[in-house]
C-alpha cells in the first residue's frame, strides 16, 4: 500500500512537461494494444490469428485505456 501511495506522489511532484511525457507515453501504449488488437480479429501477421494472444492484447488494452483515464485526470 505505501508503494502505491509513493508512486501517486511521484505523478503528482511531475513538472508540466514530465506530465505531458507521461501522458503520451500511456496513451502510445494504448494505441499500440489496440493495434495488435485489432491485427489478432483480423488474423493479422503480428499476433497471427491466435486467439490467446488476441485475447491478452484486450486485456491489456482495456488496463491501458483505464491508465490512460486515470493518468489523465490525476495529472
Known sequence: MQYLIFNFNLLLAQTT??????I???SLFAFFCMILFLDG???????????????????????????MAVVYFVL
Do not use: S
Not at 512537461?17 to 507521461?22: G, V, Y
Not at 480479429?41 to 491508465?67: D, E, S
Open 17 to 22: 512537461q514530465e506530465k505531458k511525457l507521461t
Open 24 to 26: 503520451l507515453y500511456v
Open 41 to 67: 480479429k483480423n488474423g493479422g501477421k503480428w499476433i497471427g490469428g491466435n486467439k490467446t494472444l488476441t485475447k491478452i492484447a484486450f486485456v491489456v488494452m482495456i488496463i491501458a485505456l483505464i491508465a
